[in-house]
């Protein structure tokens, strides 16, 4: 279960409360110590961990509410540190890396982190892209409404943010969740890729936006009963996506 929004938020605005415990993954102490000094200035508590096994294990120690995590470590990558991580939470995983290509940004998102930033940055840049993950995971007092499909063999919650295929939990980022959840509530249209991206990226639509493809393929792994012949999230070649199905209201 996840707390996300679903609305397009501005990664670079201000929110002064969005504040909390972060856990910073790097062997490099220089870095450390620059995130170190730049969130504790805004108000956060940040932990940190010098490779990916004291990371996993100052995690299940501090629960923090968000990580920051490199790649380049001795011993276990950030990559599979990530993965592991998505196996135990669903906080905001940001991975910043010095590593700058497309194919290590894809392979970083495809690995559950829900942001990519790389070396050199900026500490402001980084401090508003952490708020914004972390204030998309604050509940939302509004009516329950989940709507289901296929009789109710897949049923997502959009206050929850939970989805549940065949009467079991699917884990799903937050970024996936967003995506998913938009798809299904306009089921039946098909959405241009301009609108998706910015829908499920907002501000970072540019940067973040290339990526779709590998949101649309993990999600159809995760709900569809073959995603090689999808049978919710269809792609419409040149034009972008439809969610296939006439959604009904399941019981709160």
Not at 24 to 51: C, H, K, P, R, W
Not at 89 to 108: F, H, M, Q
Not at 226 to 239: E, L, Q, Y
């Amino acid at each position: 279960m996840i707390n996300d929004g679903l609305g397009v938020e501005d990664p670079l605005g201000e929110a002064r409360g969005d504040t909390g415990r972060v856990l910073v993954v790097d062997d490099n102490t220089g870095i450390q110590e620059l995130l170190d000094m730049g969130l504790s200035s805004e108000g956060f508590e940040v932990i940190s961990a010098a490779n990916a096994a004291e990371g996993i294990a100052k995690f299940l120690e501090t629960r923090p509410n968000a990580v920051l995590v490199d790649v380049l470590m001795p011993g276990m990558d950030g990559y599979e540190l990530c993965q592991r991580l998505r196996e135990l939470t669903d906080v905001p995983i940001i991975i910043v890396s010095a590593l700058r290509n497309e194919a290590e940004i894809i392979k970083g998102l495809d690995a559950g982190a829900d942001d990519y930033v790389t070396k050199p940055f900026s500490v402001n840049e980084l401090t508003a892209r952490l708020r914004a993950h972390m204030r998309r995971r604050r509940p939302r007092a509004t009516p329950e409404r989940r709507v289901a499909f296929e009789g109710g063999q897949l049923v997502i919650d959009l206050d929850a943010q939970r989805v549940v295929r065949d009467q079991a939990d699917v884990h799903v980022s937050p970024t996936e969740f967003r995506l998913l959840a938009y798809l299904a509530v306009n089921a039946g249209r098909v959405i241009p890729h301009k609108e998706l991206i910015t829908q499920v990226w907002g501000a970072d639509a540019e940067r973040l936006g290339p990526y779709l493809k590998i949101y649309v393929r993990r999600l159809r792994q995760k709900i569809e009963a073959d995603a090689a012949k999808p049978r919710f999230i269809i792609s419409r070649h040149g034009t972008g996506y439809a969610f296939q199905g006439r959604p009904a209201q399941a019981s709160a």
